[in-house]
């Protein structure tokens, strides 16, 4: 998973700050500025009470809407499909104490959702799980993890750190963690925003394995940057576009990216998994399926 794009918000309030304090007491402009810099808070507090009514909206529409793959049997089966891709099994929790460095250039890739310590979201599952459990076995690891993020190395993570994690691994409070995390930060925004989009139980799923795959980053490559190229080139259902072809185009637009970022990648998780439930028209990924991922095959009845 890749870190998330960062926003610079947080600094319009530090900038207009400084706007202000640079205008000369005795300036024509000084009460104007000093009004603007009055009323800035109310603006905010607007823009806040806007954002505010526009989640409530979504939310009342998420609440009626069906539950799609947020439905226990359809949530489980997504597990499955994405862990036929990410573990090569459909048996996902075997995976929590899987850990090895791919040489993908995101360091150690581990757990059920392919957590990494050079992309962040490895780091913040260990910090979480050491709030809540506090001297667990990969807490003494958390300054080295600090250090790798966003980095392939493992300087501090060798020679003990594999074996920690299958350690942890074990504890069925990791396991829940590992699940907690996987749902907060792909899982749940992914469904979140299909559903928003107009899309069914199948286009749910689309946008959570292009969430697990290129993570929840702003930039081109990431998965939001991917959402606004497709929705360029083809309407949601949400705005009134065919949702076969929106999806056609989302997925074009992510083999695309895949092999941009590695050349030569096998991209059949999409090819013979994704665009064969869509090409059938199973919009709500009905059972049973039978997809191909990196030359094997897997059914779910």
Known sequence: MRRAGVLLLAAVPLIAAGVYFVVPADSGESEGASTATATAPSSREDAKGRAEQERAADDALIAGAPPGLA?????????????????????WRTAYGTIEDLGDGDG??????????????????????????????????LPALREVDGTDSHEGLDPGFTAAWRAEAEVPAFREAQEAERDRVYFEPAVRLAKLDGLGTLGQFVYYDAMVFHGPDTDAE????????????????????????????????????????????????????????????????????????????????
Request: charged share 25%; proline share 4%.
């Open 71 to 91: 439905a226990p049997a359809k949530k489980e089966l997504a597990q499955q499909l994405v862990s036929s891709a990410e573990n090569s099994t459909t048996e």
């Open 108 to 141: 150690y890739t581990a757990g059920i959702i392919g957590f990494c310590t050079g992309t962040h979201d490895l780091l913040t599952l260990v910090e979480r799980y050491t709030e809540a459990h506090p001297g667990n076995g990969l807490a003494g690891y």
């Open 222 to 301: 990431g998965f939001y940057g991917l959402r606004e190229r497709a929705m360029a080139e083809a309407r949601t259902p949400a705005r009134g576009g065919a949702e076969k072809g929106y999806l056609g185009a989302f997925l074009d637009i992510r083999a695309r990216a895949m092999e941009a970022k590695r050349p030569g990648i096998d991209t059949s998780r999409v090819d013979t998994a994704q665009r064969r439930f869509l090409a059938a028209g199973n919009l709500e990924l009905e059972t049973p399926l039978e997809w191909e991922v990196y030359g094997d095959a897997y059914r779910a009845p």
